[in-house]
């Protein structure tokens, strides 16, 4: 058959020195942006400032936020889907949200943060001291710690705080299910110190970002530990240490 019957047959025509026929392709519709904002707050619904929030999605890194003063963050992102939330801050239970932007182009969400748990145990104040004159005198005194000062800490430019400890012997980090790795010193987990303020059954990743660490102290055995970060539960585990800069 030749060409001309196949257009007949298509109920088209060929007329003299017209174009040839082309395709065009369907307009593309504007792809809609899907904004989500919110704001942290604690159990007393007091705004969480700086608090760290990070997007996800599929298991990657949409964006790293911080919350304002007023603990309220916004996010823009022109795609749909179920995203994850994950809030944290310094003395405070990392959180979860996971959120359908199927359903609204527009989402606010309220993350309650959970003030960790801790035990409150007697401070000696030093007449004089400053806040990381234990610090360094661990450092000078101990042969037996990993000490790692501010300035060596900005050097590593590590994102997460347990990754200061990947080159620490005797200390194996793991992925965690809730938010960054875990820590075992030698098999074992230790009590994470704050400020002197002991903090059990949490991973240091959950309670403590690099960028608020003025000095880590790390002890891979319980026989290295400085008596008055000595485990009083009972476990023969080292122990983490970490001095922050906030005051």
């Given at each position: 058959m030749h060409f001309s019957s196949v257009l007949a047959v298509l109920g088209l025509s060929q007329a003299a020195g017209s174009t040839p026929l082309q395709s065009q392709s369907p307009a593309v519709p504007a792809q809609d942006v899907y904004a989500l904002s919110g704001v942290v707050v604690d159990e007393n619904r007091t705004?969480?400032?700086?608090?760290?929030?990070?997007?996800?999605?599929?298991g990657?890194?949409?964006?790293?936020?911080?919350t304002a003063d007023n603990g309220a963050f916004s996010f823009d992102h022109p795609a749909r889907g179920t995203i994850q939330v994950r809030a944290r801050r310094l003395g405070y239970q990392a959180k979860t949200a996971i959120l359908d932007l199927d359903r609204r182009p527009k989402s606010e969400v309220?993350?309650?943060?959970?003030?960790?748990?801790?035990?409150?145990?007697?401070?000696v104040v030093r007449s004089g001291s400053g806040r990381l004159n234990q610090f360094y005198?661990?450092?000078?005194?101990?042969?037996?710690?990993?000490?790692?000062?501010?300035?060596?800490?900005?050097?590593?430019?590590?994102?997460l705080a347990s990754d200061l400890l990947r080159t620490v012997p005797g200390a194996s980090l793991r992925?965690?299910?809730?938010?960054?790795?875990?820590?075992?010193?030698?098999?074992?987990?230790?009590?994470?110190?704050v400020d002197k303020v002991p903090i059990r059954d949490v991973e240091l990743d959950e309670i403590a970002d690099p960028g608020e660490i003025a000095g880590l102290e790390i002890y891979t055995s319980s026989t290295t530990v400085p008596p008055e970060f000595m485990d009083r539960g009972g476990r023969s585990c080292g122990a983490i240490v970490v001095w922050t800069r906030i005051n």
């Open positions: 705004p969480v400032a700086n608090a760290e929030l990070t997007i996800l999605r599929d990657g890194t949409l964006a790293v936020l911080r309220i993350i309650v943060l959970e003030t960790l748990p801790s035990e409150v145990t007697p401070v005198e661990h450092r000078q005194e101990n042969p037996f710690g990993r000490f790692m000062d501010r300035t060596e800490i900005e050097k590593s430019g590590v994102r992925a965690s299910r809730r938010y960054g790795n875990t820590i075992r010193l030698r098999g074992c987990q230790p009590v994470i110190w």
